[in-house]
């Protein structure tokens, strides 16, 4: 049986699944709700400074964009940090990590770029009990505009700074939260690694709008028939928060820094890929939000599956593995050749692999052959694009299938090389060529 | 209803008028908004959409089920009408079990197709329950002038698309109802709150078409005086005749056809005035039959048998057609077929006997069995009561070419469809086509 126990810059849980630092974490009900259930972890929502606690709208604060059946792809949200005061959420983070040792509490911090504010919280946070703190700096809406959340972590001085403070006025580990609102991850991170960070976390949530109401013009959630942006989460950010992630882990300056990664973990495998590319838990919100805590009973259990299909008894036997395979495209083989093949007795005749084909790529599918509905690749115009794949409303039905070696590609009428061959050394690619020269 | 439809065991008033009200309400409730969304957001939206293939009007199914998954049920709407000006009613009683459900691809990945009927029905119910102004609008007056014979779904279909073509119509109706088997023929739990009337008095908003009722074929007038007065015209006139049994015993009181039972039920206004037998004997397999049987179990008759000479397998009516008879209680017999009706003063039985097929052809067994019967429906068929002038038939039936021009002595003046032309298929939806495409047959033949 797989152990999913984990030893995150020191701080151990049994499992790699945390709630992140977000409306249900907000407070001991909530949060003793989830260690129930089974969550390895909790990030208290964002602790601001001492005295009168920020306040939120009073109209909603959330939007959606759904999928079919409405199911809910992506959450937007104005809600700001812990609009309780810090006395209350301080004691009861004590109470609660007296009650649940063996589960993980992270402090989530967010007060003014200080000196003397950062001063003032780290030892009352300590005081708790709490296993370490988070670093909000990324929060997009709102605390943004009071030169906080983002506003911090789009400046990779003031991340640096923040976290030598942080690294020197606090004893406990420190975990920067990073905000995808800038142009390249890299330098965050970097100057988190700088600052001394024990680990980032990324990504926090997308600046956004989720959608725009027709009938009165207000951007949604609409408050008195206004809106700001918010920030975008759910299964909808999950690929930009993996790339993130895979860009930090690959970096040479941050390579081995450890992440908990976010974004989108809704399932077991979508953590399983998150801890694939390097991550040593993994944060959820949206998920919890849209069906409450339970699912981490199966996130636990389809984890424990896999790593048992595959013989990994920690979580440290896989964590990272596909980092060496995250590389640029000018590194990818250009001899590997793939033809897409549909399995005809899974074939539903839908016919969206060939409209997607024809009209919109290499009219590499059939529709019709001998006056009979049929959808086939044609091996001579398919370029392996993978879109029928994509399109395809049944799993599995249609696969890409690499060629052999020595094969003819009747699209190109070449030989399918055994070497690897890359842009670098293509005869198009000018730069190879004058390297040659 | 009058007292000399009863006999023997037949009469009204079997059950509490509540259970009246239960047993005759709509087959399917209608779906709510939510419902229509989340079966909405299970289409495909199919390349070349099978379902679209398979529907005799091709509406453009994939189209308007995306409409209303983007919240557009009017425009879906829109869609449905182009093509089928009775979509509301052909939502409610096309066979869509062998149409685009069947071709529904989710029948093929499921066996759950989309439920496209009950899509349809929302998206026409939604717009008509809105009472937006009429989806068509007429082009500019053309100065010629169509009769239609018959305001069955054939004639509507043909007249609708004739007037929004800017042509004159005139339709004459042998009845006192436009609707055709719309009105007289379908069950009544299929067409429910007036649908069929509601439905044709939409239709009419395009303007151009003049219904003349109580005008009878034959009678009336003749075609050729059609053809004289007009610059074309077009019968669709169904089948009004229905065959009889042609047995000892046909005669006795308690025997009728079940088109006559059926269109006497859907004009009873109170369903209790109407006479049913204890034990009814239904003698058919298509849809008549199967609306016959099922009506006279909601009526309250005791046990009802549907009779119908061949196998399952062959049985024109469908498998959920069956089932949904079975469902009510009537008791399906197959290979047998009526050998006398035994009574005294009414029926009081019917013998049947075992038929074995050979070669496609039926032979009886020579076995028999006898069910006690007060009440005898035939819906062995109908037919072309021909007194069609010089139009030629085709068998018992109008004879056609392309675009349903009549092979007539006329020239080119006069098109059938519907039931009454060869290779009519005794559902609203194939007359609807032919109505629709003898239109614009005429139109470009006006045009022209």
Redesign the interface.
Known sequence: MADLSTNFLGIKSPNPFWLASAPPTDKAYNVERAYEAGWGGVVWKTLGEAGPPVVNVNGPRYGAIWGPDRRLLGLNNIELITDRDLETNLREMTEVKKRWPDRALIASIMVPCEEKSWRDILPRVEDTGADGIELNFGCPHGMSERGMGSAVGQVPEYIQMVTEWCKEFGKLPVIVKLTPNITDIRYPARAANKGGADAVSLINTISSIVSVDLDNFSPNPSIDGRGSHGGYCGPAVKPIALNMVAEIARDPETRGLPISGIGGVSTWRDAAEFIALGCGTVQVCTAAMTYGFKIVQEMIDGLENYMDEKGYETIEDFRGMAVPNVTDWQYLNLNYITKAKIDQDLCIKCGRCHIACEDTSHQAITSMVDGVRHFEVMDDECVGCNLCVNVCPVENCISMVPMATGETDPRTGKTVEADYANWTMHPNNPMAREAAE | MTSTLESGDVRAGRLSSAEYAENFSDLHPPLDHHEA??EA??C???????CMNACPTSIDIPLFIRQIQAGNPVGAAKTIFEQNILGGMCARVCPTETLCEEAC??E??EGKPVKIGELQRHATDTYMARELPHPFKRAASTGRTVAVVGAGPAGLSCAHRLAMHGHDVVILEARQKPGGLNEYGIAAYKATNDFAQREVEWLMQIGGIELRLGQRLGSDFEVEDLVNQYDAVFIGVGLPSAYALDLPGSDLPGVESAIDFIARLRQAEDKSTLPVGQDVVVVGGGMTAVDAAVQSKLLGARTVSLVYRRGREQMPASRYEQDLAAAHGVHLVFNAKPARINGANAVESITFEYTASEGGKLTGTGETFEISADQVLAAIGQWMEADTGELELDGTTLARTDGNLSLSPYGRKVWVGGDCAHGGEDLTVTAVEDGKIAAESIHATLAG
């Open positions: 969304l989340v957001d299970r495909y939206f199919c390349y070349d959409a099978p691809v989710r093929t990945a």
